[in-house]
Structure formats: C-alpha cells, structure tokens
C-alpha cells in the first residue's frame, strides 16, 4: 500500500519543477506549513479582486496537474515552497489545489500521502461543508492532515491528526447520511448555492465517487464529473444501490481491491470529463493529459 501512495501519479508529478522541490524538508509538518503559504482560496476571503488580483487571476482555479501549479508559483516568486508568501505570490484555488501541493510535495519525498474528498463539519457551524484533505501514512496508521490552515487554533484541533468525526471521506458521510445518523441537508457545497445537486445525496454520491478517484491516484478538480455524475437534483433508486456498495467497499478495502472497483465504467476517470467551473454551472468537456 505504501509504495503505491509514495509514487506519483500524473496529477501530483511536479514534472519539470522536481527540482525546485529539493530545497524542502522531508518533514510532514513543515510540508503542510508550506503548502498552506501556495494558495489564496478564490472564495473564502471574499472576491479576490478586493485583495488585489486581477479578476483574470480566477482562471488559476482550473489548474490541475501540481506540474502547472508549481510552474505558475514559480513564476509569481522564484523561492521555493517553504517561507512565507503574499497573497498575491500564491495561486488561486482551493482546498484541493492546498491538499495536492501538499501531497506532491510528500511523494517527492517518498511520504505515502493521498487526497481524500468529503465533508468537513469544522469550517462553518452547523454544516458539513465539501472539503479536501491530505492523509499520510506514518509507517502504521494513516492520519488525515489539514494543509488550508496556517494554525490549529483556527479549528481547535491538531492539522496533522484531524478527528475522523470532524472530516467525514466520502464512504463515511455517505453511510451516515444513509444510516440516518446524519441529516443529508447538511452536506453542501455552501449553505447559500441553493442548486439542488450541491447539495444533500446528489453532492454527497459526487464526493464519494471523487473520493474513490482519489484513492486510486486521480485527484480531480472538485468539480469535475464523468460516468454516471450529473446534475440531477435527485437520485434513482439504482444510484442510491451502486453508492451504498461502493461506500461498503470502500470502508474496508485494500488497495487492490480499490483499483478494481474503480474499473467499472460508471466510476472510472475516462480520456474526456465534463467540468462545472465556477461560477458557471454548465459543463464544458476537458480532455485529459
């Protein structure tokens, strides 16, 4: 399992800017110190033109491979990932951009660290909110790891160690949701998009789905989708199934048993996707690298 997490895949390979990884520490801690310093997230402080990019900068947010990623940092500040950074020296993006930086940065070391997609109930109260975290294995565990916060005063929590009930992975919020134990209309992309597939089951199969993508080393854009992922505001019974068992493989799988699962038509990342960039909500089709 470990040498698998520990590679890259063709999402987190830093490519040509390998290199301008060397300077950083083989230290999870100090990795997740400096992925935090690589991103501005384009919603959460507002409008980013108030914090001085211009509105052109919005486009960074369909940046998907860290090769691209690290490139554009380079270029806005030649150091290397680590020390502090403006605002403006950072790329726009969001929870998944910090978490793959974070993550590229890992297996350049040999760290086994993947994404895991899901819901995170720290960030607004009351409210499981679509999140993306990094998780590192540490030789026996695999610990989930925060990299959008500079300081665990901010949630209360240690960001190396986040609480398994404070982020739930897709498998997990799904099963919950299902079970009853949790309310699906507090799984949201944000309280206040009120488009029915942000929202509740049709959201949380999304997550899930992205989540077994990530598992098995396609870390996406969170609003990609592909296979049966739409924008339905309900789901079919026969949706309802297919998640319910994919959730239950998930809980307990290895990662060969992950890797045939996600050879089904209807969960597997295929050559060409559909993308709902925000804000616009129709899909237009990307062609993978």
Known sequence: MDDFYASH????????????????????????????????????????????????????????????????????????????????????????????????MARHHGIPARLRVGFAGYLMPGWYLDHVVAEVHDGTDWHLVEPGFAEPGEVGFDLLDVPRDHFLTGADAWTAARAGDLDPARLVVSPDLDAPFLRGLPYARHNLVLDLAALNKHEMLQWDAWGDLDDAPELVPAALARADELAELMADADVDQLRVAFEADDVRVPPVIRSFTPPVQLPVEVVLR
């Open 9 to 104: 895949s063709r999402f987190s390979d830093p490519g040509a800017q390998a290199s301008w990884l060397d300077a950083t520490p083989r230290d999870v801690a100090a990795l997740r110190a400096a992925a935090f310093q690589l991103v501005f997230h384009y919603w959460a402080h507002g409008d980013i033109t108030q914090h001085g990019f211009p509105a052109s900068r919005h486009e960074e947010i369909t940046l998907r491979y860290a090769s691209d990623m690290f490139a554009r940092l380079r270029e806005l500040d030649p150091a290397p990932p680590g020390g502090p950074r403006p605002p403006l020296h950072r790329i726009v993006g969001c929870c998944r951009d910090h978490t793959l930086l974070f993550v590229s």
